[in-house]
T-cell receptor, first 112, second 115 residues
Framework: KQEVTQIPAALSVPEGENLVLNCSFTDSAIYNLQWFRQDPGKGLTSLLL?????REQTSGRLNASLDKSSGRSTLYIAASQPGDSATYLC???????????FGEGTQLTVNP | GAGVSQSPSNKVTEKGKDVELRCDPISGHTALYWYRQRLGQGLEFLIYFQGNSAPDKSGLPSDRFSAERTGESVSTLTIQRTQQEDSAVYLC?????????????FGSGTRLTVV
């Protein structure tokens, strides 16, 4: 059974700092990995999707990397802003089965 | 539509009543998921639909929960005889295909409160 773990569970940083969120998964047989952001009381917003054949994806200040063989992904946020405060979730889609498996998320607070 | 639409956005119901939650996926998306998120917790998989294939119901927590989807259209999640532990946000997501290169798009969810 696929298990996804996100570290740290919570992170508080001052504005402007660069930061890294970590995601690990136990079964490397995945189709893709997706990073989402969830604001309090809201649904999920997709940030970046990395296919199993890719190593990284970039969007603005965000960069996500994938090391499938070691079962790890990182989300790098450059020059953090208070508006980045949210919970960040990673999810993997396996090659077998139908479900997305989510981590518990990292709750990020960026202080002005 | 442009995104995944869920209705109602909020629902308060009395314990023991039945509720029906609706999800309108992005037009043309063949894959549709339902997830549940209890307060302060992660996402729990409930059910998955892919085209006309038999759905994966392995995540449904009890026989009080059921879901339907006709073809690639609207899906409804029904909870019978609601209990207080059913209180959660119910999230729907759709994808172009099972292994979509574009990932999955989530709706804003239905917040269910059972009193």
């Amino acid at each position: 059974k696929q298990e996804v773990t996100q570290i740290p569970a919570a992170l508080s940083v001052p504005e402007g700092e660069n930061l890294v969120l970590n995601c690990s998964f136990t079964d490397s047989a995945i189709y893709n990995l997706q990073w989402f952001r969830q604001d309090p009381g809201k649904g999920l917003t997709s940030l970046l999707l990395i296919q199993s054949s890719q190593r990284e994806q970039t969007s603005g200040r965000l960069n996500a990397s994938l090391d499938k063989s070691s079962g790890r992904s990182t989300l790098y946020i450059a020059a953090s802003q208070p508006g980045d405060s949210a919970t960040y979730l990673c999810a993997v889609k396996e090659t077998s089965g139908s479900r997305l498996t989510f981590g518990e998320g990292t709750q990020l607070t960026v202080n002005p | 539509g442009a995104g995944v639409s869920q209705s109602p956005s909020n629902k308060v119901t009395e314990k023991g009543k039945d509720v029906e939650l609706r999800c309108d996926p992005i037009s043309g998306h063949t894959a549709l998921y339902w997830y549940r998120q209890r307060l302060g917790q992660g996402l729990e998989f409930l059910i998955y639909f892919q085209g006309n294939s038999a759905p994966d119901k392995s995540g449904l927590p009890s026989d009080r929960f059921s879901a339907e989807r006709t073809g690639e259209s609207v899906s409804t999640l029904t909870i019978q005889r609601t209990q207080q532990e059913d209180s959660a946000v119910y999230l729907c997501a759709s994808s172009l295909t099972l292994t979509s290169a574009y990932g999955y798009t989530f709706g804003s969810g239905t917040r269910l409160t059972v009193v």
